[in-house]
C-alpha cells in the first residue's frame, strides 16, 4: 500500500488487516457493506492521494439521492455512518503516512429527522398480546417479555431457563442473539457495561412465563424424539434460539397489522414503551435507566 494505491485496495487492507481484529462481526459486515455499495462505485478507482474533498462531498450526496439497490437514496443515518466509516479509514491513512490531511473531516453530514419512538397505548398492547395468542405461544411471549421486561429484542432471544428465577420473581439478561450474515450469532450481552443486569419480574410476567414453560414442556412430549431438548426460553424444534431478526422483520410486522396497529412501529419501540409506562407510574427514572 502507498499514497498512490486506489481506494479501494487502501479500504480493502484497512478492514481486513486493521479493523477487523477489533470489532464485532456484525460492525465488520456494515463496513464491508458501506466500502462495496457505498464508496467504492464513487471513488474506488481514485489513487488515494488524489481523493478531494468535493469528490467525498459528493459521494455523500449522490448516496443520499440515489443510493442504495434501487437507486431511491439512503436514510441520511446511513449516509452519516458511511461517513464516520471513510472518516476513520482516512484518519488511519494519514497516521500511516499516506495522506498529509484527511478530505473527510472538511465534508458536510447529512442532516437528519428525529427517530420517531411510538409508544403504545396499554388498549393497543392489549390487542396486541391477544392477537399473538392466537397465533401461538411463542410470539406471545416474546411481547409479554418485550412489554413487561424492556428487555432488547436479542437479550429476549438469548433468553434461557437458567437466567429465570421464578420463585424470586426475577430474571438476569447475560446473552444476546445477534443476526450476521453468517447467521445468527449468541454472544455475551455487551452494548454497554450495563447490559449485564437483573431485572426484578411483576406477577403477572411470571404467571406468563409459567403458561408458556408448561407449553413448551407439553411440546416437547408431543414431537417425543424430534424434539431437542434445550435451556432457551424461545427455542425451535432442533434446539437452538429462533432468530430476532425474522421476528422483528416478519411475524411482528403481521401481528401489527392483524390488530390494526401502524406497521411503522419497530419492536424496538416496545422498549420505549415498557419505559414510558414506568415513568408515568411514577418510578424513579434511576430505577427505570438500571432495568432497562
Same mark, same amino acid.
Given at each position: 500500500?502507498?499514497?498512490?494505491? *486506489? ?23 456494515? %463496513? ?18 488524489? /481523493? ?5 462531498? @459528493?459521494? $455523500? ?12 437514496? *439512503? ?19 494519514? =497516521?500511516?503516512? +499516506? *495522506? ?36 401461538? %405461544?411463542?410470539?406471545?411471549?416474546? $411481547?409479554? +417479555? ?13 433468553? @434461557?431457563?437458567? #437466567? ?8 438476569? /439478561? ?42 413448551? $414442556? ?17 427455542? =425451535?424444534? =432442533?434446539?437452538?434460539? %429462533?432468530?430476532? #431478526?425474522?421476528?422483528?422483520? !416478519? ?22 414503551? !415498557?419505559?414510558?409506562? $414506568?415513568?408515568?407510574?411514577? /418510578? =424513579? ?6 432495568? +432497562?
Amino acid at each position: 500500500i502507498s499514497p498512490t494505491s *486506489l481506494t479501494n485496495e487502501w479500504l480493502d487492507y484497512w478492514l481486513e488487516t486493521i479493523k477487523k481484529p477489533s470489532i464485532q462481526l456484525k460492525t465488520y459486515e456494515k %463496513y464491508e457493506g458501506f466500502i462495496r455499495n457505498n464508496i467504492n462505485p464513487f471513488i474506488g478507482c481514485t489513487p488515494l492521494n488524489k /481523493v478531494s474533498i468535493a469528490q467525498v462531498q @459528493q459521494l $455523500l450526496v449522490s448516496l443520499l439521492t440515489s443510493g442504495g439497490e434501487k437507486r431511491k437514496g *439512503l436514510a441520511p443515518r446511513t449516509v452519516n455512518a458511511t461517513r464516520m466509516m471513510l472518516k476513520t479509514a482516512f484518519s488511519d491513512a494519514v =497516521n500511516f503516512d +499516506l *495522506l498529509q490531511k484527511n478530505p473527510v473531516l472538511a465534508t458536510k453530514a447529512m442532516s437528519m429527522n428525529p427517530t420517531t419512538i411510538n409508544i403504545l397505548t396499554p388498549d393497543e398492547a392489549k390487542k396486541l398480546i391477544s392477537v399473538a395468542l392466537k397465533s401461538g %405461544y411463542f410470539p406471545w411471549i416474546t $411481547l409479554i +417479555l418485550a412489554l413487561e421486561t424492556g428487555m432488547r429484542i436479542g437479550e429476549i432471544f438469548g433468553l @434461557q431457563w437458567s #437466567n429465570i428465577d421464578l420463585e424470586n420473581r426475577k430474571l438476569r /439478561v447475560d446473552k444476546t442473539v445477534v443476526t450476521t450474515r453468517h447467521g445468527d450469532i449468541i454472544k455475551d450481552s455487551g452494548k454497554n457495561k450495563f447490559s449485564k443486569r437483573s431485572i426484578p419480574l411483576a406477577p403477572h410476567t411470571v404467571d406468563s412465563l409459567k403458561k408458556y414453560r408448561k407449553w413448551q $414442556l407439553e411440546a416437547s412430549i408431543m414431537l417425543g424424539a424430534e424434539y431437542s431438548k434445550s435451556d432457551w426460553v424461545l427455542s =425451535n424444534a =432442533n434446539g437452538s434460539p %429462533y432468530s430476532p #431478526n425474522y421476528f422483528s422483520s !416478519h411475524m411482528f410486522k403481521d401481528l401489527l397489522k392483524e390488530a390494526g396497529i401502524d406497521r411503522n412501529v419497530r419492536f424496538h419501540d416496545l422498549r420505549h414503551t !415498557h419505559a414510558t409506562w $414506568l415513568l408515568e407510574k411514577g /418510578v =424513579n427514572v434511576k430505577v427505570v435507566s438500571e432495568r +432497562l
